[in-house]
């Protein structure tokens, strides 16, 4: 849930994509001051759709890239992306990116892909995709350095829902 309503400062301070920031400097001048904490009550997917039309997250210090978008963040940094897009996250980061979108986290990072996904980890890190089977939507998660996970390696699910390696 959103804490305190966020600034025009704090959405350029995170990178806000253009139209999130047009959008902004257009409305929030002329919007009342509880207008988030409203809406939140009234609305309660309006963080999902500050998220999915490409609004940056000021208050996790992530980046938030809408529909084909793309996100980075730095260490310890929260990437996300809608579907087709691209999360990037460093090291200890985590990067998640929708149905058919990239995610790559660095050392002991955390990547998460939607179904068609890719997912790249570095060291010791985790990745997870996500696919259909037997009636419900299931994650595969592998840990880089088990089962022949390499680090750096992007992976997708084959056939059989089995990790493997994506051709460069």
């Not at 025009?8 to 920031?21: H, R, S």
């Not at 940094?77 to 149905?99: D, L, P, R, S, V």
């Not at 790559?104 to 892909?113: E, H, L, P, V």
């Not at 068609?116 to 570095?122: H, I």
């Amino acid at each position: 849930m959103i804490r305190r309503p966020l600034t025009i400062e704090e959405l350029k301070a995170a990178k806000a994509c253009e139209p999130g920031l047009e959008l902004a400097e257009k409305w929030l001048p002329n919007l009342p001051e509880d207008w988030q904490a409203r809406l939140a009550v009234e609305f309660p997917d309006f963080e999902r759709w500050l998220i999915t039309n490409g609004f940056a997250d000021p208050l996790t210090g992530g980046a938030i890239a809408g529909y084909r978008g793309t996100a980075t963040a730095g260490y310890r940094g929260t990437a996300t992306a809608g579907e087709g897009g691209t999360a990037t996250a460093g090291e200890g980061g985590t990067a998640t990116a929708g149905n058919w979108g990239t995610a790559t986290a660095g050392n002991w990072g955390t990547a998460t892909a939607g179904e068609g996904g890719t997912a790249t980890a570095g060291e010791f890190g985790i990745i997870q995709i996500r696919y259909f089977s037997n009636g419900r939507w299931r994650i595969k998660t592998g840990y880089i350095g088990e089962d022949g996970l390499k680090p750096n390696t992007p992976y997708r699910l084959d056939e059989n829902n089995e990790f493997a390696e994506v051709a460069k």
